[in-house]
């Protein structure tokens, strides 16, 4: 009898060491649901606030936007984004277009007068990226009388501005949030489709010819995309005439020169090196991988 209420408590303990491990799961699950839903929240209120900015700017409306831009402009910098210097030129050109075009107010904020003041207060910044676009805008100002036979005309004609600028707008959006602005799926069956064409060709070439294709990881022939489909350059080591890939990533050498990794495992001798474009030499371990 003794035995069998030692047995009992043992399976008595195995149950409540078993209901701890699923609170434990449970509570795990938890805070994974509750964290993938916040995390939904913070995004789909990213995305009303980039609605909300794109309304304003199909309503001729740019402040929302420039407001944006300023906000993460050091995040843009680094990306090497011009969209705030964007939006300031068109608001500039905006102003400059007067009531009877942009249907502002008729004061001094507005026409000639307004646009040279917010040339001065928010243009003047820009003038160490932008300087010839700004010598352009404040040049035009000699033309007023007759801008339409000038030199700047076209630097005024903003049929498609303000989509475009929404358009840029859209995309560095995303970016910031590591997002495509577009459809991946929709990129990838576009680019297919350019793509398929020329390996039919390529194949049934390839089988005319009794060879069999061998690259496994790359296309064996060039397909020319659209630049709006193009989201990195593609790196061909000098030395050995080979598309750099994950397993044969580019490494920069001390000097700044680029090859592949197993062209410089090649030219490599132990743990030494010696540039095959310079007289520089190092150790293996001063070789960098870089990502384009």
Same mark, same amino acid.
Request: glycine fraction near 4%.
């Given at each position: 009898?003794?035995?069998?209420?030692?047995?009992?408590?043992?399976?008595?303990?195995?149950?409540? !060491?078993?209901?701890?491990? %699923? *609170? =434990?799961?449970? /509570?795990?699950? @938890?805070?994974?649901?509750? &964290?993938?839903?916040? +995390? $939904?929240?913070?995004?789909?209120?990213?995305?009303?606030?980039?609605?909300?900015?794109?309304?304003?700017?199909?309503?001729?409306?740019?402040?929302?936007?420039?407001?944006?831009?300023?906000?993460?402009?050091?995040?843009?910098?680094?990306?090497?984004?011009?969209?705030?210097?964007?939006?300031?030129?068109?608001?500039?050109?905006?102003?400059?277009?007067?009531?009877? !075009?942009?249907?502002?107010? %008729? *004061? =001094?904020?507005? /026409?000639?007068? @307004?646009?040279?003041?917010? &040339?001065?207060?928010? +243009? $003047?910044?820009?003038?160490?990226?932008?300087?010839?676009?700004?010598?352009?805008?404040?040049?035009?100002?000699?033309?007023?009388?007759?801008?339409?036979?000038?030199?700047?005309?076209?630097?005024?004609?903003?049929?498609?501005?303000?989509?475009?600028?929404?358009?840029?707008?859209?995309?560095?959006?995303?970016?910031?949030?590591?997002?495509?602005?577009?459809?991946?799926?929709?990129?990838?069956?576009?680019?297919?489709?350019?793509?398929?064409?020329?390996?039919?060709?390529?194949?049934?070439?390839?089988?005319?010819?009794?060879?069999?294709?061998?690259?496994?990881?790359?296309?064996?022939?060039?397909?020319?995309?659209?630049?709006?489909?193009?989201?990195?350059?593609?790196?061909?080591?000098?030395?050995?005439?080979?598309?750099?890939?994950?397993?044969?990533?580019?490494?920069?050498?001390?000097?700044?020169?680029?090859?592949?990794?197993?062209?410089?495992?090649?030219?490599?001798?132990?743990?030494?090196?010696?540039?095959?474009?310079?007289?520089?030499?190092?150790?293996?371990?001063?070789?960098?991988?870089?990502?384009?």
């Amino acid at each position: 009898m003794r035995r069998d209420d030692d047995d009992d408590d043992d399976d008595d303990d195995d149950e409540d !060491e078993d209901d701890d491990d %699923d *609170d =434990e799961v449970d /509570g795990a699950d @938890g805070d994974s649901d509750s &964290a993938m839903h916040n +995390l $939904s929240e913070d995004l789909q209120d990213r995305f009303s606030e980039m609605y909300g900015i794109l309304a304003q700017l199909k309503q001729r409306n740019l402040t929302p936007a420039i407001g944006w831009a300023r906000f993460n402009n050091v995040r843009l910098e680094a990306k090497g984004s011009n969209l705030e210097f964007e939006l300031c030129k068109l608001q500039y050109i905006w102003l400059f277009k007067g009531h009877a !075009e942009n249907g502002l107010p %008729d *004061d =001094e904020t507005n /026409g000639q007068r @307004g646009a040279r003041a917010y &040339a001065h207060q928010h +243009l $003047s910044r820009f003038q160490s990226r932008h300087l010839h676009e700004i010598q352009q805008l404040a040049c035009a100002l000699i033309f007023i009388s007759n801008l339409e036979a000038s030199p700047y005309r076209q630097v005024f004609e903003i049929d498609s501005a303000f989509d475009d600028v929404a358009v840029s707008f859209t995309r560095e959006f995303c970016s910031l949030l590591g997002l495509s602005a577009e459809s991946p799926m929709y990129v990838a069956v576009t680019a297919g489709s350019i793509a398929l064409p020329r390996l039919i060709k390529y194949t049934a070439y390839m089988r005319e010819k009794k060879t069999e294709w061998t690259t496994e990881n790359e296309l064996a022939f060039e397909t020319p995309l659209p630049e709006s489909m193009i989201y990195h350059p593609i790196f061909v080591c000098p030395v050995s005439k080979e598309q750099t890939t994950e397993q044969n990533p580019a490494m920069m050498l001390p000097c700044g020169h680029v090859v592949c990794r197993d062209s410089l495992h090649r030219i490599a001798k132990g743990s030494r090196y010696k540039c095959p474009y310079c007289p520089t030499e190092g150790h293996m371990k001063d070789a960098m991988r870089i990502t384009f």
